[in-house]
T-cell receptor, first 114, second 113 residues
């Protein structure tokens, strides 16, 4: 059973471009979480999704950021018109359900905005 | 709003010393508690978890944690650390009634030979 797969592992974008980060959850997992990690700031929750539904997006910036988890295919975190402050490691985690289950993390995508 | 506090941002200790990392959360309902570890350059891995039952939980690599409900705490312990325990440690909380996994700021632990 493959783990949570994130790609790309490293992504370089120029200011103003779009960044698309992909996350394939573990087989059988229908819940996906996205987190952003900045040095010295720990993990910041961004969004929690189930298949075709956004359950909690309280951590998502109001502009430029969006996320989806379609019925088929990976979850996508999309950042439009990237700025230098978007440079960070973005981690995805998945779980089979909410509540009493652990989340399994992917290797992360390191986004660098130049 | 729910929150998770980790008391120390950086801890430096020698091999064979004992380690205790504090974690407190603010939420009055039923919670599920986790400790994750992130080794340099790697993704987060689960050390241990508490859902219910015995409040003293044993995890991998000799780690354990104790859930004290009255103190809203879930402290992590290891009696004797090794150099390979150098990593960042994250406490996380997920309530039964809300799905997101809320993390503390993390504690960077450095173990010197």
């Amino acid at each position: 059973n493959a783990g949570v797969m994130q790609n790309p592992r490293h992504l370089v974008r120029r200011r103003g471009q779009e960044a698309r980060l992909r996350c394939s959850p573990m087989k059988g997992h229908s819940h996906v979480y996205w987190y952003r990690q900045l040095p010295e700031e720990g993990l910041k929750f961004m969004v929690y999704l189930q298949k075709e539904n956004i359950i909690d997006e309280s951590g998502m910036p109001k502009e430029r950021f969006s996320a989806e988890f379609p019925k088929e295919g990976p979850s996508i975190l999309r950042i439009q018109q990237v700025v230098r402050g978007d440079s960070a490691a973005y981690f995805c985690a998945s779980s089979p359900q909410g509540g009493k289950t652990e989340a399994f993390f992917g290797q992360g995508t390191r986004l660098t905005v130049v | 709003a729910q929150s998770v506090s980790q008391h120390n941002h950086h801890v430096i200790l020698s091999e064979a010393a004992s380690l205790e990392l504090g974690c407190n959360y603010s939420y009055g309902g039923t919670v599920n508690l986790f400790w994750y570890v992130q080794y340099p350059g790697q993704h987060l891995q689960l050390l241990l978890k508490y859902f219910s039952g015995d409040p003293l939980v044993k995890g991998i690599k000799g780690f354990e944690a104790e859930f004290i409900k009255s103190k809203f705490s879930f402290n992590l312990r290891k009696p004797s650390v090794q150099w390979s325990d150098t990593a960042e440690y994250f406490c996380a909380v997920k309530g039964d009634s809300w799905g997101k996994l809320q993390f503390g700021a993390g504690t960077q632990v450095v173990v010197t030979p």
